[in-house]
């Protein structure tokens, strides 16, 4: 069982920065998956980033690449997405997820952890 903890949401201006962490129970975080995904109001949950067990291994949305940076320190549990230039269109409940299976990490059903969400809301 793992359980995720996000915190670093808050309110930023368009251009500005945030980091959102995401600290995880248990003593086989490194051997997890992880992603970040985030929902809007009145969109569904989509990918923003995801990391194997290693900064070599990191996928990115499209919307969010070159902008956000996802990295984890598996001696500290805790999983990172660093956010620069936001946009208004990255207002959303950010989520962070992990999975132990060889699965699609691209997709929610691939995760088996959630946490309870963090908001960012970037204004124009």
């Known amino acids: 069982q793992v359980q995720l903890v996000e915190s670093g949401g808050g309110l930023v201006q368009a251009g500005g920065s945030l980091t959102l962490s995401c600290a995880a129970s248990?003593?086989?975080?490194?051997?997890?998956?992880m992603g970040w995904f985030r929902q809007a109001p009145g969109k569904e949950r989509e990918v923003v980033a995801a990391i194997r067990w290693s900064v070599d291994n990191t996928y990115y949305a499209d919307s969010v690449k070159g902008r956000f940076t996802i990295s984890r320190d598996n001696a500290r549990n805790t999983l990172y997405l660093q956010m620069n230039s936001l946009k208004p269109a990255d207002t959303a409940v950010y989520y962070c997820a992990a999975t132990g299976r060889s699965a699609n990490i691209l997709a929610q059903y691939g995760y088996d952890y959630w946490g309870q969400g963090t908001q960012v809301t970037v204004s124009s």
């Open positions: 248990g003593r086989t975080f490194s051997s997890y998956a």
